[in-house]
Every structure is written in C-alpha cells, then in structure tokens.
C-alpha cells in the first residue's frame, strides 16, 4: 500500500536559537519519515528601536530571517499538521508566534483548520521556567481551532530523558548554545510521531479540511 502523503507545517518564533534548532531536527525527521515540511519563522512585532536594546536581537532576527520565510494563512491550510515551537517569555508563549495565531480568525470562521494534527514544543531558561506552562497555553487555540491535539506522552525514551509528556522541551541555563543531544532527540520523536499519527488520519480519511470541497 502506498504511504499517503503528509503535508507538516512547524511554525516557531526563537529569539537566540534554541527554538530553531529544536525546529530544525523535528523537521529533518518528519522529512525522513516521508513528509513533505514547510518550516517557517514567525516575525517580530516588536519596533527595531526596541529591538536594538537588547543585546544580539536584531542579528539573530536577520540571520533566521534570511533563512526562514514567514508563515501565512495559506500555510496552515497546506497543512495536515502543524507544530507550534515557542520559547517561554514570563510563562507565556512568544508574542510572535502568538500574533501568527491571531491572525487566523477567517481560517477558525471557515473551520479551515479542524481535523488537523496539532502539537508544540519549547523551551525556558529554568526547569520550572514555563515551557510545560506555554506549551499546555498553545493547546486551548489549538481546540478553538478544532485542530486534533496530539501530546507525545512518553512515547519514546527520548521524552523521558528530555521532553514532558506535552511535547519537546529545553532546558536552556543562563547561557546560549545548543540544546542537549537528549533535546534534540525527543524534537526528533516529536516530528516523527506527528508524522505517523497525520498519516494514520490522512489514510482513514479522516481529515475534514482536505476533504471540504466548498467554503
Ligand atoms: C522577555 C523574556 C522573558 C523570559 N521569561 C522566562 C521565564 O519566565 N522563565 C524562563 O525559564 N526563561 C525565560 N526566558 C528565557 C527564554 O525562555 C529563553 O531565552 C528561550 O527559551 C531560549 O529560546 P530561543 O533561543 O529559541 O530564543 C525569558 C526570555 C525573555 C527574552
């Protein structure tokens, strides 16, 4: 039987990188898994005036803006699944990423979106920094939006080592750099599993916003 084709979307908003990595490797092993992946990065809402105070800011948000496109709403209809990645800001998610939601009021009117797999990752400075907090937060536009929710639950070793039962999460430290192996590992079950899950829906036919033939 041939596998039926799955269209992910990972859409992140990362500040210093941690995020984006996270991002990278998800989508990497939903690639591997046979998906089709649009990675796109959410953009700043903050003025370049306000930027510039913070140390590094406006760099990174070139460099991964030149590498990623922004995402639109044309992209979460593509898709038969999305992950929403986001760092921790004060135990909420990023205002960027969040902003990107917001704008999908003519997708949730139109239920463009229902039927379709969701799932987050994060990350916080502090093991209690929030990134269980914003993940669990990103579930409720998710259900507005009629979207299938999809944990990780302990799947796979790798969330025992280094996610939550929730969805991927790192643990940064005052420092930057790159997220633990063990980190990226369960980023890497996270892509895969949403993979596996849309596919069993795509091949059941039970996924209601590609079959909708008019609005
Ligand atoms: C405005 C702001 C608020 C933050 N609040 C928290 C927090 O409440 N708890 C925490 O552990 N880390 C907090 N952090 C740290 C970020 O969560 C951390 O830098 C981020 O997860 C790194 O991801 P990135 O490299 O993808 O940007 C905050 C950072 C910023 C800029």
Redesign the pocket.
């Known amino acids: 039987m041939t596998e039926p084709h799955v269209r992910m979307l990972i859409v992140f908003?990362?500040?210093?990188?941690?995020?984006?990595a996270l991002a990278r490797v998800a989508a990497e092993a939903a690639r591997e898994a046979g998906a089709e992946v649009r990675l796109r990065r959410a953009r700043e809402v903050a003025s370049v005036e306000d930027m510039a105070k913070?140390e590094g800011w406006l760099d990174e948000a070139h460099r991964q803006n030149a590498l990623y496109p922004a995402p639109t709403d044309e992209d979460a209809e593509w898709a038969d699944a999305i992950l929403f990645g986001t760092?921790?800001?004060?135990?909420a998610p990023a205002t960027e990423l969040k902003n990107y939601l917001d704008r999908l009021g003519p997708q949730w009117k139109r239920g463009a979106l229902s039927g379709k797999v969701g799932g987050a990752f994060?990350?916080?400075?502090?093991p209690?920094?929030?990134?269980e907090v914003v993940t669990l937060a990103l579930y409720a536009p998710m259900a507005h939006l009629g979207m299938v929710i999809l944990p990780t639950g302990y799947t796979d070793d790798a969330m025992l080592e280094a996610g939550s039962p929730y969805g991927a999460s790192?643990i940064?430290g005052a420092g930057?750099g790159q997220p633990r192996p063990e980190v990226l590992d369960a980023a890497r079950h996270q892509g895969r599993h949403t993979v596996a899950i849309t596919r069993a829906l795509v091949r059941a036919n039970e996924m209601p916003s590609r079959n909708r033939t008019s609005d």
């Open positions: 908003y990362s500040r210093t990188g941690t995020i984006e913070v760092p921790s800001y004060f135990g994060a990350a916080a400075s502090w209690h920094g929030g990134s790192a940064v930057k």
